[in-house]
């Protein structure tokens, strides 16, 4: 995260070939059966080049993002209703080798560029008064196209305290997020020669398999992320077996969305519209800027129905509208769904009147709630090649394709570290005083003065310091191989993320202009907890540096170094470096309206009678996690209950939503058994090849 500007200065639009050029245009037959000629580019499935849009469609998705394109995908496979998607961005065709080409997160990276809302929060008291970036993907697949490419999920505990703050929450709860992960998933197991050298332990029970996003592990593994988890072993922290299955705790080396057939990134577009033929029923359309929703006029007041949205190519560019007839489904991320709220006249009532939007619906937790990771490094000098070190010299530069493994490697070597791991037993007093400072917490640290919201922020604290008792992440340790700093790439960086923060923040519009930005103030380490947790956490990342057998790469410690060594040192120098870990959340969260909630347990707007929230803006509590497999879950189970509404598809049997030809993405899928050699993929093999290599990141995520 430290490395930003570096990575900034390696940008490089370049305008390689677009993967979707030529094409014909033809009369075939759709999966549904039925005989279609299509306007649309045979080859560029469903997203409209020609801004040729119907004037109407049932369902209206705004933001094609992580979630916006798999429940547009999902919503799309019954032939009788169509969707339209409506992305800010462009498709990314032009950039399709810094989106596809995994390693190009670092080295290609679309962060500060014209595919990046390039965000950034208000100045952070306790961040030395530092305005802290914000990237979020702005491009067909959203934030799933620019981010680190973790593909790991939160714990069962942790989805089931989420389940149990919302009356209806058993559609939230461990069991279904995790039937919906699987569904959205294609898992494919490490080849022997990677597991070994990785020292990679997995479960294939825990998988998906017949899913559209790609979920693996890379081609290429540097020899130092073998020593990971018996490393972390040795300081307390066991490894996990199974870190997908609902234990997500201890150290592992995380998969990856990537795709193995070609090394290539499974982002939302890649894993959900591209393999889908052309659907008559589907349009995707890129540059439309949604600037509002449009109520019918008469609707009752307490049950205000859209009939159309208003969307713009440009701040000055005409405002068109289209029209929706069942419901509109708001995907525009953390940020972008509670912005559309508010300018649309939904949301607190005194952020609406100060910039002359009308009120038709006073609700004061648009916006708050918000939380967030945050994030540092400890970083040592390594005699070992790097990641960073390879790609520098050109040693990923092979012919004939084979740069492609080594250009999938990715940091993947993770640990979720526990309250106890991070305090001893002293975490028992800790989380005493937590739930002590409860009240105190409520009537100075929320960025509102309205009951309902303070009631919110409670009941999230109440759930967050109950979590602290169990075995659970608080901070996330990740090796990250991938960067530089000023003077070498030979860098090993050592990442502590806190997870299960007690600060929560606001976003609020100050203009209503929509391609103004939202003022974004997340109140980062506001709640002094989070400041003893991340703490804890940097000082477990010095002490694996310097343990066996990852010490052995070690060669000195080059930040902050031996100056920081009491508690007030590792504060003040945290407090001038973190950043964000990119999880922004719980911005539009699923809680009751009487604790500030935006949606229930259906997604519906508290207040609107066809609106729904559904992405990484609805989880009412952060999870110790990265927040895309769970976008997917999210995704997959709105799908589900949107249709279970429209389709009659019973929600209890997901697996009934499928569509009807193997060429489309959805589909039902056997059991998953452990058809694969798993005694041997269960037994931690710290064989080592000391080939030597490592490498240093530039970004957490
Ligand atoms: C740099 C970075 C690294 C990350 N690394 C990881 C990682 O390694 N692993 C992981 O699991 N998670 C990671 N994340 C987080 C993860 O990618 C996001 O949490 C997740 O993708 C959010 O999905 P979403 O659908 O909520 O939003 P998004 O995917 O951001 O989609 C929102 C979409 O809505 C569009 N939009 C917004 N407003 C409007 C509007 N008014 N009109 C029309 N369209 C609009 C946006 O352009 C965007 O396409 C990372 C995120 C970032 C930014
Ligand atoms: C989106 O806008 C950009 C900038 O004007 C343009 O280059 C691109 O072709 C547009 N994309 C589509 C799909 O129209
Ligand atoms: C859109 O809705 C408006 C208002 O209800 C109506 O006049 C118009 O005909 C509709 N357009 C289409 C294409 O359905
Ligand atoms: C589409 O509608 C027709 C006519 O109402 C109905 O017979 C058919 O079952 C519907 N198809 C799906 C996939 O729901
Ligand atoms: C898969 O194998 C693992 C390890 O042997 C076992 O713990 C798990 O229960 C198995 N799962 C299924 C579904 O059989
Ligand atoms: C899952 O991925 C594997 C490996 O790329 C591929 O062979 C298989 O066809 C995929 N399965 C589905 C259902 O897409
Ligand atoms: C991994 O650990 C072994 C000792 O167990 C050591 O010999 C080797 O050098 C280490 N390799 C790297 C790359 O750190
Ligand atoms: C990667 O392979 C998939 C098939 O598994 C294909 O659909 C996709 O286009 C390929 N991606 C690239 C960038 O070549
Ligand atoms: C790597 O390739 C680039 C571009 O071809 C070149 O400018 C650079 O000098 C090369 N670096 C090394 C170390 O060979
Ligand atoms: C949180 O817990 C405290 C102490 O148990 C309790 O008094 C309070 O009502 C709870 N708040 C909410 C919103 O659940
Ligand atoms: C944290 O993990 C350690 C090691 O597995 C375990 O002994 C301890 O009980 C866990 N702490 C909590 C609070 O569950
Ligand atoms: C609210 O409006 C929606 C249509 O927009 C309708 O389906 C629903 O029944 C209404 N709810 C109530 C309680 O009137
Ligand atoms: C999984 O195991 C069950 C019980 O043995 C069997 O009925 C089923 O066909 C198996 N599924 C697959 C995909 O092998």
Redesign the pocket.
């Known amino acids: 995260m430290r490395s930003l500007s570096l990575l900034l200065a390696g940008i490089s639009l370049s305008s390689c070939a677009s993967a979707f050029t030529g094409g014909h245009r033809d009369i075939f037959h759709d999966e549904f059966g039925h005989e279609v000629r299509s306007d649309h580019d045979l080859r560029r499935r469903n997203i409209v080049y020609n801004g040729q849009i119907s004037g109407s469609y049932d369902f209206v998705i705004?933001?094609?993002?992580?979630?916006?394109l798999?429940i547009a995908a999902r919503l799309s496979e019954d032939s009788n209703h169509t969707v339209l998607v409506?992305?800010?961005?462009d498709t990314g065709d032009a950039v399709a080798s810094s989106i596809n080409i995994p390693g190009n997160?670092y080295y290609s990276?679309l962060?500060g560029s014209s595919y990046?809302?390039n965000y950034q929060t208000v100045p952070q008291d306790n961040a030395a008064n530092r305005q802290i970036a914000?990237?979020?993907?702005?491009?067909?697949?959203?934030?799933?196209?620019?981010?680190?490419?973790?593909?790991?999920r939160p714990s069962k505990l942790e989805v089931d305290a989420w389940g149990a703050l919302v009356p209806g929450g058993d559609k939230w709860n461990w069991n279904s997020l995790f039937a919906a992960m699987k569904k959205s998933e294609n898992f494919t197991a490490p080849s022997a020669q990677i597991e070994a050298e990785g020292s990679i332990m997995y479960d294939p029970a825990s998988h998906g398999t017949s899913g559209p996003v790609h979920v693996s592990y890379p081609g290429y593994i540097l020899p130092v992320v073998g020593n990971w988890t018996q490393t972390l072993s040795d300081i307390g922290i066991p490894f996990s077996a199974d870190a997908n299955g609902g234990d997500g705790w201890g150290g592992f080396i995380a998969t990856?969305?990537i795709n193995p057939a070609n090394w290539t990134r499974s982002h939302?577009r890649a894993a959900y519209i591209d393999p889908l033929p052309p659907r008559p029923n589907l349009d995707i359309l890129a540059n439309?800027?949604?600037?509002r929703l449009i109520f019918a006029a008469g609707s009752p007041q307490n049950n205000l129905s859209v009939n159309s949205v208003e969307?713009a190519a440009t701040r000055t560019g005409a405002r068109q509208t289209v029209n929706v007839t069942k419901e509109v489904i708001l995907?525009?991320?953390?940020?972008?769904?509670p912005?559309?709220l508010m300018?649309s006249g939904v949301g607190p009532s005194d952020v609406l009147q100060a910039v002359n939007i009308p009120v038709n619906v006073n609700l004061p937790g648009v916006g708050q709630h918000l939380q967030d990771h945050i994030s540092t490094q400890v970083t040592f000098q390594t005699s070992d090649d790097t990641a960073a070190s390879l790609h520098a010299a050109n040693a990923t530069d092979l012919p004939n394709g084979q740069s492609s493994p080594f250009l999938s490697f990715?940091n993947s070597a993770t640990a979720y570290a526990n309250i106890s791991d991070l305090l001893g037993d002293y975490y028992t007093t800790f989380q005493q005083d937590i739930a002590s400072a409860l009240s105190t917490s409520a009537s100075t640290l929320v960025p509102s003065t309205d009951p309902t919201v303070r009631a919110g922020y409670e009941a999230i604290y109440n759930a967050t310091v109950q979590l602290m008792g169990t075995p659970i992440g608080q901070i996330e340790i990740l090796l990250s191989l991938t960067g530089t700093s000023q003077s070498s790439n030979k860098i090993i960086a050592i990442q502590a993320a806190l997870q299960h923060p007690f600060s929560q923040g606001r976003l609020y519009i100050n203009s209503s202009d929509?391609f103004d930005p939202p003022v974004i103030d997340p109140n980062y380490a506001s709640h002094s907890a989070d400041i003893v947790m991340l703490r804890e956490g940097l000082k477990l990342a010095r002490k694996l540096g310097g343990t066996a057998p990852l010490s052995s790469a070690v060669l000195s410690e080059v930040s902050p170094g031996a100056a920081v060594q009491s508690d007030d040192d590792w504060d003040a120098w945290a407090a001038k470096g973190f950043g964000?870990?990119?999880?922004?959340?719980c911005s539009c969260a699923m809680l009751p309206l009487a604790q500030g909630g935006v949606v229930d347990a259906d997604l519906k707007v508290y207040g609107l009678g066809n609106v729904r929230v559904?992405?990484?803006?609805v989880f009412p509590i952060q999870f110790a996690?990265?927040?895309?497999?769970?976008?997917y879950g999210?995704?997959e189970q709105a799908a589900n209950i949107v249709r279970a509404q429209w389709n009659g598809v019973a929600l209890s049997q997901p697996s009934s939503v499928t569509p009807p030809t193997p060429t489309s993405t959805g589909g039902p899928k056997p059991t998953d058994n452990n058809t694969t050699s798993d005694a041997a993929a269960l037994v931690p093999s710290i064989s080592l090849a000391l080939a030597g290599a490592v490498a240093v990141l530039a970004?957490?995520?």
Do not use: C
């Open positions: 705004v933001g094609g993002g992580t979630a916006g798999a409506l992305e800010a961005g997160a990276s962060l990046d809302w914000w990237p979020r993907g702005k491009v067909l697949s959203g934030s799933s196209a620019i981010n680190g490419l973790y593909a790991v990856s969305t939302s439309s800027t949604v600037t969307f995907a525009g991320g953390a940020i972008g769904s912005q559309v300018l990715i929509p964000t870990e990119f999880h922004p959340s559904a992405d990484a803006s996690a990265h927040l895309q497999m769970p976008t999210l995704a970004f957490g995520l």
